[in-house]
């Protein structure tokens, strides 16, 4: 080190006009400090501080309830009425009709593709019919031992669950799940926005619906989004400028951006209920990196040196190499010999 000090001392010129010339002037070790004297220009000093430091940015984002999901009729027939927007979706309610007659949403990820109506039937759509009627109060006992495979076989306790169900909601030839009759969707959600009108196709698509909790989207850049995770905490600034804190809940694979550059979607979750707002522009703070207690100068006090590293200068001229570590709001984190809390260093304006 005493070596690398001795080339730093050595290799840094100060540069002062002279008459409208340029003096230059080197710094060697053995040189002693000139007098002060009224006339020379003053220095800026700071001092090294022990400081906690944070690797911060803001970026913006919309609130909302976040992406849309379509949902599509099944079946013939005409859309005789329609939700609403803001509809909450429950399970065994209908969504809407066809034909005057409810379509009623069922949980799951299969949609219905064949009637069920009869025993032995085998296939993960009996499966969810079974778990969808048991959550619904109708329970019905299975004699398959698949079920643990994602399928099942439909028995005759499960037509009869089925068509208890379907009589007390009113519908016709009660026993057998047409399927035109239901419509399957992920779990809870709202009607977002409907897209068909009464009269239309029943088999065309007719809405979309998206979670019912707030979420807010953030596009970014791949490459500002690969520092982030799932479960990271940040803070959401409101319209109002109320911060509210939340975390992320995911993070979108990349796609095309409307620009055909690569582009990823942050989701971030508030952590409390956000009712003065439905939909609005909103900028989150993420926080990547965070270091505590580490000695910290104004990024102006680094000095960029000629054979590479960095160095800060005491108010003699003299030079102290360091090592430097998180950026982070003006600031830089530094260590090396001669390096304490309370040092003082020359600094930019």
């Given at each position: 080190m005493a070596r690398r000090s001795s080339a730093i001392a050595g290799t840094v010129a100060a540069v002062v006009l002279v008459g409208g010339g340029v003096a230059v002037f080197t710094l060697r070790p053995d040189a002693k400090p000139a007098a002060a004297t009224t006339t020379g220009p003053s220095l800026t000093t700071t001092t090294v501080r022990k400081i906690d430091l944070s690797d911060t940015r803001m970026v913006a984002g919309t609130l909302g309830f976040g992406a849309p999901h379509p949902v599509k009729g099944t079946g013939s027939g005409v859309v005789t009425s329609l939700?609403?927007?803001?509809?909450?979706?429950?399970?065994?309610?209908?969504?809407?009709?066809?034909?005057?007659?409810?379509?009623?949403?069922?949980?799951g990820d299969t949609p219905l593709f064949r009637p069920i109506d009869k025993p032995g039937l085998t296939g993960r759509d009996v499966l969810e019919l079974r778990h969808n009627l048991t959550a619904l109060g109708y329970r019905s006992s299975s004699s398959s031992s698949s079920s643990?495979?994602?399928?099942?076989?439909?028995?005759?306790?499960?037509?009869?669950?089925?068509?208890?169900?379907?009589?007390?909601?009113?519908?016709?030839?009660?026993?057998?799940l047409q399927p035109g009759q239901a419509v399957i969707v992920a779990g809870t959600g709202r009607v977002s926005a409907v897209t068909a009108a009464l009269g239309d196709p029943a088999g065309e698509p007719l809405l979309s619906i998206t979670s019912t909790t707030k979420t807010v989207t953030v596009p970014m850049s791949p490459?500002?989004?690969?520092?982030?995770?799932?479960?990271?905490?940040?803070?959401?600034?409101?319209?109002?400028?109320?911060?509210?804190?939340?975390?992320?809940?995911?993070?979108?694979?990349?796609?095309?951006?409307?620009?055909?550059?690569?582009?990823?979607?942050v989701f971030?979750?508030?952590?409390?209920?956000?009712?003065?707002?439905d939909a609005a522009?909103?900028?989150?703070?993420?926080?990547?990196?965070?270091?505590?207690?580490?000695?910290?100068?104004?990024?102006?006090?680094?000095?960029?040196?000629?054979?590479?590293?960095?160095?800060?200068?005491?108010?003699?001229?003299?030079?102290?190499?360091?090592?430097?570590?998180?950026?982070?709001?003006?600031?830089?984190?530094?260590?090396g010999p001669g390096l304490a809390d309370g040092t003082t260093v020359v600094t930019t304006p």
């Open positions: 939700p609403a927007v803001g509809t909450r979706i429950a399970r065994g309610k209908a969504l809407f009709r066809v034909d005057d007659q409810p379509v009623v949403v069922l949980y643990s495979s994602g399928s099942d076989v439909s028995n005759p306790s499960l037509i009869d669950a089925l068509k208890r169900w379907q009589k007390d909601l009113g519908l016709p030839t009660p026993g057998a490459a500002d989004a690969s520092a982030l995770r799932a479960g990271l905490k940040v803070s959401i600034t409101l319209p109002d400028g109320k911060a509210v804190p939340g975390k992320i809940s995911s993070i979108s694979a990349v796609v095309g951006g409307d620009d055909d550059q690569p582009k990823t979607n971030v979750v508030p952590d409390k209920a956000v009712t003065s707002f522009p909103v900028q989150v703070r993420f926080t990547t990196i965070t270091r505590k207690g580490v000695l910290a100068v104004p990024v102006g006090a680094l000095i960029a040196l000629r054979e590479g590293g960095y160095a800060v200068q005491r108010p003699d001229g003299s030079l102290i190499a360091t090592t430097v570590g998180l950026f982070a709001g003006g600031m830089v984190q530094v260590s």
